[in-house]
Nanobody
Framework: VQLVESGGGSVQAGGSLRLSCVVY????????MGWVRQAPGKAREGVAT???????YYVDSVKGRFTISQDSAKNTLYLQMNSLKPGDTAMYYC?????????????????????WGQGTQVTVSS
């Protein structure tokens, strides 16, 4: 099982980026998939999740700005990020797991993810 992210980069506040994650080794449509970010000195945060039934969840801080989606034919997960803020600066990881729990503020419990990509850096300048 391998997850390979791409699409990170540096943008100014208000800009957009789209992250992609290609999944190798299994048919991920039966798994919960998500995007997790980690800023320097901070804990990992599950910002967007798409469950195996295609229900989506977002942490409160990105609702209305980020959109998670998938293309099953391409085994690819996406994260469209709009209206980016300096606070979104972090390493973003694609992750997969079974029965990932969602907290009250919409964040995924990262302990529920079993497989992780190598990460892609997103930097937002003011």
């Amino acid at each position: 099982v391998q997850l390979v992210e791409s699409g990170g980069g540096s943008v100014q506040a208000g800009g957009s980026l789209r992250l992609s994650c290609v999944v190798y080794g299994y048919s991920y449509s039966t798994w919960d998939m998500g995007w997790v970010r980690q800023a320097p000195g901070k804990a990992r945060e599950g910002v967007a999740t798409i469950k195996s039934d295609e229900t989506t969840y977002y942490v409160d801080s990105v609702k209305g700005r980020f959109t998670i989606s998938q293309d099953s034919a391409k085994n690819t997960l996406y994260l469209q990020m709009n209206s980016l803020k300096p606070g979104d600066t972090a390493m973003y990881y694609c992750a997969a797991g079974t029965a990932v729990e969602i907290t009250a503020n919409g964040a995924a419990r990262v302990e529920g993810f079993d497989y992780w990509g190598q990460g892609t850096q997103v930097t937002v300048s003011s």
